[in-house]
Each structure stands twice: as structure tokens, then as C-alpha cells.
């Protein structure tokens, strides 16, 4: 089975503040692991993705994410905070080599306070 | 510009008509599929279809009636739909169905059953 997991439904941080983004996932052996944003009115854009290779993922707009096998975690960062990047986010995972396709968090809803 | 482009962007229907939705996808992906999002709920993914042949129903109900004529091109035929259905679907679609690969999502259509 695979789950994942964003404990926040809501994150608040002042412009220019680094941000955090947390997800947590759970499979039972190697994962995919990926960020997707979502503005109003708007599908779901790919930021970026952990499949194999270096632990910190760097993205679009400046994001990046750090793969933490031991903790089962992939946290979306960014070192300085825009208003513009106020969005709801999701995290997603796939077990590789599992014919189960991608499992979705519930999103977390980034407010970036000017 | 997502490079896939859903139609119509807003439906209201009633529960005894019948309607379709439409994706196209102009990536050259050969994976598509849909998706359901409603309010304070994770994505559910409903239907993959990856060269055309349908390779998931995620126990939709039958209302729900997908065609994937080819690999460009995904429909979502509705009828006789319930209050419960309504909700933003998203359609997406990616190179193949696994290794990884991210998903490029539509911008939606909101479908409101009156």
C-alpha cells in the first residue's frame, strides 16, 4: 500500500521568510515522490520530482524539495517567500515498480502575507 | 499553457441530461487520465487510459462513461448525474503511465448538478 501524508492544511509566512512545506509518505519499497501547485481556477502544475539520484531536488520558481529516506519525508522549501506564491500544494507518491498509479495528499493551502 | 486544454470550463446541467467533457493534449503523451476533485478531499484519480486501452476504473460509478478514441484525446460522457458529482475533474496526461513521469494537468471543468 501506499499513503502520503501533508499534516497542514494551511501555512502562513511573511514575504521574503523562507518556507516549508511538509509531506510525509508511506510504501513498501522505493518511491516517486512529487510536488504539484494549484492556483485558482487552475489544474495542478508540476514544480518537481524525487525518482533517483541527489537527496535535494531543485524545481520550478525557485522551489526545491530534500528526499529523507530515514524520516519518509519530502518538505517543499524556498529560501524567500513571494505573495505570488500563495497557492494550495500537493504532494503525491508512487511505490516504484508498482503498477498503482499516483496517490495524492490532501494539499496544503500557502498563504505568503505581504 | 499547460499543453492540455479541457472544454467546457463551467457545465450546469441537470440530473437527466447528458453531457460530455472534453480533453486534448498536445505533448505527444500516450498516458491520460481523470481525475475528481471536490472540496476538503484528496484528488481521486478515476480513469487511466494509456494507448487507448483503458488500464483503470477506480469504481466509478456507471454514469460516468469514458472514451479514449486515441491517444490525444479523452472524453467523459455524463448521465443522469447526482448532487455528489459535482465537482471540479481534471484531466491529465503523461508520456506513459510509469517510470516516473510527471502529470500535466487541464485547467478543469466545474460541473455543478443542479
Known amino acids: 500500500a501506499q499513503s502520503v501524508a501533508q499534516p497542514e492544511d494551511q501555512v502562513n509566512v511573511a514575504e521574503g521568510n523562507p518556507l516549508t512545506v511538509k509531506c510525509t509518505y508511506s510504501?513498501?519499497?522505493?518511491?516517486?515522490l512529487f510536488w504539484y501547485v494549484q492556483y485558482p481556477n487552475r489544474g495542478l502544475q508540476f514544480l518537481l520530482k524525487y525518482i533517483t539520484g541527489d537527496n535535494l531536488v531543485k524545481g520550478s520558481y525557485g522551489f526545491e524539495a530534500e528526499f529523507n529516506k530515514s524520516q519518509t519525508s519530502f518538505h517543499l522549501k524556498k529560501p524567500s517567500a513571494l505573495v505570488s506564491d500563495s497557492a494550495l500544494y500537493f504532494c503525491a507518491v508512487r511505490e516504484r515498480g508498482s503498477a498503482r498509479q499516483l496517490t495524492f495528499g490532501s494539499g496544503t493551502q500557502l498563504t505568503v502575507l505581504p | 499553457e499547460t499543453g492540455v486544454t479541457q472544454t467546457p470550463r463551467h457545465l450546469v446541467m441537470g440530473m437527466t441530461n447528458k453531457k460530455s467533457l472534453k480533453c486534448e493534449q498536445h505533448l505527444g503523451h500516450n498516458a491520460m487520465y481523470w481525475y475528481k476533485q471536490s472540496a476538503k478531499k484528496p484528488l481521486e484519480l478515476m480513469f487511466v487510459?494509456?494507448?487507448?486501452?483503458?488500464?483503470e476504473n477506480n469504481s466509478v460509478p456507471s454514469r460516468f462513461s469514458p472514451e479514449c478514441p486515441n491517444s490525444s484525446h479523452l472524453f467523459l460522457h455524463l448521465h443522469t448525474l447526482q448532487p455528489e458529482d459535482s465537482a471540479l475533474y481534471l484531466c491529465a496526461s503523461s508520456q506513459d503511465e510509469g517510470r516516473g513521469q510527471p502529470q500535466h494537468f487541464g485547467d478543469g471543468t466545474r460541473l455543478s448538478i443542479l
Open positions: 510504501v513498501s519499497g522505493n518511491p516517486y
Open positions: 487510459y494509456n494507448f487507448k486501452e483503458q488500464t
